[in-house]
Each structure stands twice: as structure tokens, then as C-alpha cells.
């Protein structure tokens, strides 16, 4: 793969549409299932602060918030938005 200090971008391999996500998850070892909590978690800010400390923070494991996007205002990070206020930066 070229370094990117080449001036290069690394290549894009799509995922292929047969991927066996279980089989790709349980056949590798440091591989594992990311915890999902519901976004209405965030209707009592401590609970959320305190799960986000501990398994986040301190624990340094991932979380993915489902529904977060119902808690946003629609505006917020949509890609019209995107493009108009990042389109021109480079990745």
C-alpha cells in the first residue's frame, strides 16, 4: 500500500456483498461485537455521563448510541451540511 507521505491516497476495497460478518467476528481473535445502548439513554443526562465514564473513558471500549440521529436536529451533520462547511478539506 503507498504511504501516504507519497502524496497518494490508500486505495478503496468496498466490502464485498457476501461478507459473513459472524463468521468474520468468531473466526477472529481480537475481533468482538460492539455494545449497543438506545439513544434514549440521553433522556437522563447522569445515567448517560456515567455509562459514557465507565465503559468509554475508563473503560476504553467502544459504544454505538442507536437512534441518535432522531435526537439531532435534522440540519446537524446531514451532507448538504457537510459539503458546504468541509467539502474543500482534505482527509
Known sequence: MPSLKEGRAAT?????P????TE???????FR????LPASLLDDPERFE????????IGGEPLVI???QH???PWLYNPAW???NLGEQGI
Open 82 to 84: 457537510l459539503e458546504q
Open 33 to 36: 461485537y460492539v455494545d449497543r
Open 18 to 21: 457476501n461478507l459473513n460478518v
Open 66 to 68: 442507536e437512534g441518535l
Open 24 to 30: 468474520l467476528v468468531d473466526g477472529t481473535e481480537n
Open 50 to 57: 456515567s455509562i459514557v465514564r465507565n465503559w468509554v473513558i
Open 12 to 16: 478503496f476495497e468496498p466490502i464485498p
Open 71 to 73: 435526537k439531532l436536529a
